[in-house]
């Protein structure tokens, strides 16, 4: 219990609260508990479990086993409405207004009856809009458009939103991710001045700082799991950490065989204005896996794409097999030897309404097809090829993408950046959403290419994947590079590197 | 289902009034009547052969009819200067291409949606012409009407070229990797600039062809009559549309090709005709070719939703 707190009926409770998606078992037991006057923070890595976790909180998701007791009310069919109803707010990262109206009319389409034919006031709208603002501490004019708001202003608004509405319980996602230190502690001070008249606030961070600085307790998520609750003055960051990544690696990754070549990339001090990546600096060799860790928006994919021409680099230098080259866009990448594969396989990869065999051609038209003709017997051999070679479980290479499991068409997508003969792969979270069984699939896969002579960054999140696959790991956090890692380091270390902990190595 | 399902449904519909106007009214299949409808239909044909592309590109030009006009005037002018055709014809190309080149770099290089850029485009060009025409026709010299041939050989050559354009075209989309490309981009812009094409000069090429070849059209159409009217384009953008979205191009881009838009041309094309033939009130034209866009965009719309489940 936090300190000072009587002991009373907690405004939420759940129980062994379970979700599955499909085959993914997304929380598996959790037990959760928030009291009235509280910020309780919930703590967790990538894929934890905790966005699960609030969306059955909102109604938003249901549970598939397990309790909702909401103000002693046992809940079994939650909805967002009823949510709503029962006093649950969420301030998402991003804000959910509509950026053409006004402050005002945002709060008043939140806040005022549903109703087609009713007559709007105006008077009591502004009226409140300006309440509710100056209650949270927001100097902002009631009629200013939304859109003329910076991040953290939009933030405010959402809050005062939820303050109106008579929220008694407050879920902010990650609400500093965005702020700069005097935002923060203004948003800091509205969600004590909530706390000292009985709301209880779900508080999610990444940012161990601020929970020691603003909650009473936190709960730890691992693997859908809820590890414990504690207060916060009885622990600290290091036995918080170790809380988020206490696992073992486990065996099931395919042994390094391959011993690293000559340098195939160096990046010194690489940086690009218009995606946040600054000074970065490592070196990649031949038959090397360069695992790139760190949290979701830390910059990695961002540096994937500076490396690939599609935000130019614009400070430093990229040589690859030691010569300067300045990607402007992904044909000069692909010509310098580049191949990068994107993180959503459905938006950027495999077109599903493509052929297999059209997929795989994609990139390498000009190669094949010398003089425009298309040739579709070389095109055929070539996807056939790559689909005995990958092991892709499909119809015929004349089969639309479309028809393909997520692991067979992570399967193509690889298979169409193969085709290009690169000497640098770069694979942005290779195995998300695809099954056990096609993951061990493919990190056998990368192995091969690897032991066959290609230098591998392989970006994940999914840390014992970071750990088990690399040879070395770089992680970064906010655009920069803070530690560069052996493989096989124990995930404590990255965890702390990914999280600005004190122990960094410093960029080697 | 085949993947030509849209494709194949539309000539057996064709195939079906074609039958139907057989039994009924063999005199639609008179020769020199015949070959004077389709000879009218032929510069049509070719700025179908452009709008397939576009709408395959998942963009969409209007103006093309004001463009036509434009550059049926112009071409008029230029012959009434006593340019030869064999310079009239390559110059109407190029203004058609250099507008439509207007247009792609508005889409492509501005990334402008194409709807709102060759709306303006089509109202600028229509009312500019109106105001330097005033409702003037061009009355062309002698020797441009069927090149100064006979009607025959004239209409025959109008055909045999339209018809000539659409197997390049045909072939084309299935051979060349430019082809593969305009897919790509209409399917997914991202995916393809991921794999190293580059959709906004995919994007403006097919813009400058598609002017290409309306302004080859409208020469076409220049030489099947003495004058040249300044309104002689309305009306076309919709008509060429009408056909591509009947023939099975899907309007989301990605999907379809020439053959079946020529298909569901022909189809729209035969109703007038027929009805015609058949001795109903021409008034009827117009909503029996509704009522076939509307299948067909039924029949888009149920087919991508089966797709999906």
Not at chain 2, 95 to 111: E, K, W, Y
Request: hydrophobic letters at 50%.
């Amino acid at each position: 219990m936090p300190s000072g707190q009587p002991t009373q009926t907690p405004l939420l409770t759940l129980r062994s609260a379970a979700k599955n998606f499909g085959g993914v078992r997304a929380l598996r037991g959790v037990d959760f508990e928030l009291q009235a006057g509280e910020v309780h923070a919930l703590l967790g890595e990538n894929g934890a479990g905790k966005s699960t976790l609030i969306k059955l909180i909102t109604g938003a998701h249901q549970p598939d086993a397990g309790q909702i007791i909401l103000k002693g009310r046992t809940l079994d069919g939650l909805t967002p409405s009823l949510a709503q109803q029962l006093g649950v707010a969420c301030i998402y990262q991003q804000p959910a207004l509509f950026p053409d109206l006004t402050v005002a009319e945002n709060i008043g389409l939140r806040l005022e009856p549903v109703k087609a034919w009713r007559r709007i006031d105006w008077r009591s709208r502004y009226t409140r809009a300006a309440t509710l603002l100056q209650r949270v501490g927001a100097f902002l004019p009631a009629d200013a458009e939304v859109r003329s708001l910076s991040m953290p202003e939009q933030q405010l608004v959402e809050i005062a939103c939820a303050v109106g509405s008579g929220a008694s319980i407050i879920v902010m996602d990650e609400p500093t991710a965005s702020l700069t230190g005097r935002e923060q502690e203004r948003l800091f001070k509205v969600v004590r001045e909530m706390r000292a008249v009985g709301v209880g606030v779900i508080y999610i961070s990444h940012r161990l700082e601020e929970i020691f600085a603003l909650a009473d307790r936190v709960t730890v998520l691992r693997d859908g799991e809820s590890i414990g609750t504690h207060d916060v003055s009885d622990i600290d960051e290091a036995g918080l950490i170790k809380l988020m990544v206490g696992r073992e690696v486990s065996q099931l990754y395919p042994p390094a065989e391959s011993v690293p070549g000559e340098t195939v990339l160096s990046l010194r001090d690489v940086g690009c204005a218009e995606s946040g990546v600054k000074g970065v600096s490592f070196e990649v060799r031949a038959g090397e896996i360069f695992g790139l860790a760190g949290l979701v928006g830390a910059g990695r994919t961002e540096l994937a794409r500076v490396l690939f021409g599609l935000t130019p680099v614009d400070h430093g230098e990229i040589l690859l097999n030691g010569k300067r080259i300045t990607p402007q866009s992904p044909q000069e990448a692909v010509a310098a030897g580049i191949a990068y594969v994107p993180e959503d396989r459905r938006r950027h990869g495999v077109v599903l309404e493509m052929r297999i065999a059209h997929n795989i051609t994609m990139a390498v038209h000009r190669r094949l097809f010398p003089g425009s003709w298309l040739r579709f017997g070389a095109e055929s051999a070539l996807a056939l090829d790559y689909i005995r070679d990958l092991a892709v479980k499909c119809a015929g290479p004349l089969a639309r993408g479309g028809s393909l499991s997520g692991g067979n068409q992570q399967k193509v997508s690889l298979a169409r950046w193969l085709a290009t003969k690169p000497r640098l792969l770069i694979l942005d979270e290779p195995t998300q959403g695809v099954d056990v069984g096609a993951k061990s699939e493919i990190h056998k896969i990368i192995r091969q290419l690897a032991k066959e002579g290609l230098a591998v960054i392989m970006i994940s999140s999914d840390l014992p994947e970071v750990l088990g696959m690399s040879d070395r790991i770089g992680v970064m956090r906010g655009g920069s590079l803070t530690a560069i890692l052996p493989g096989h380091s124990d995930s404590h270390r990255v965890m702390s590197a990914a999280l600005g902990q004190s122990e960094n190595k410093g960029a080697a | 289902m085949s993947k030509y399902f849209r494709e194949i449904s539309v000539t057996i519909a064709l195939g079906l009034v074609l039958l139907g106007l057989a039994w009924f009214a063999p005199a639609f299949f008179q020769g020199q009547p015949l070959l004077s409808l389709v000879t009218r239909e032929a510069p049509t044909l070719v700025v179908m052969c452009g709008m397939a592309l576009v709408i395959i590109c998942r963009e969409i030009d209007i103006s093309v009819g004001s463009l036509f006009s434009v550059c049926s005037v112009c071409a008029g002018l230029l012959a009434e200067q006593g340019w030869p055709l064999a310079l009239v014809v390559p110059a109407a190309v190029l203004i058609g291409a250099s507008l439509g080149a207007f247009n792609g770099v508005l889409v492509a290089g501005l990334r402008l949606p194409s709807i709102v850029v060759t709306l303006a485009t089509m109202v600028t060009l229509r009312q500019g012409l109106n105001l330097a025409r005033q409702g003037l026709f061009v009355t062309l010299p002698e020797g441009v009407q069927w090149f100064g041939l006979s009607q025959a050989a004239g209409q025959w050559t109008l055909v045999g070229a339209a018809l000539v354009l659409l197997v390049i075209f045909g072939l084309a989309m299935r051979y060349l990797a430019a082809g593969r490309w305009v897919y790509a981009v209409g399917t997914d812009a991202e995916a393809a600039r991921l794999a190293g094409i580059r959709p906004q000069w995919v994007t403006f090429f097919v813009f400058v062809l598609m002017g290409a070849l309306t302004g080859l059209a409208s020469s076409m159409n220049l030489v099947q009559s003495p004058q040249v009217q300044p309104l002689t384009g309305a009306g076309l953008e919709l008509k060429v549309i009408a056909a591509v979205v009947v023939g099975g191009v899907a309007i989301s881009g990605g999907r379809g090709n020439v053959w079946g838009a020529f298909a569901g041309m022909l189809l729209l094309a035969c109703i007038a005709p027929a009805l015609t033939h058949l001795h109903i009130e021409a008034y009827w034209e117009k909503a029996i070719q509704g009522a076939i866009i509307l299948l067909a965009v039924v029949a888009d719309g149920l087919s991508s939703r089966r797709q999906k489940n």
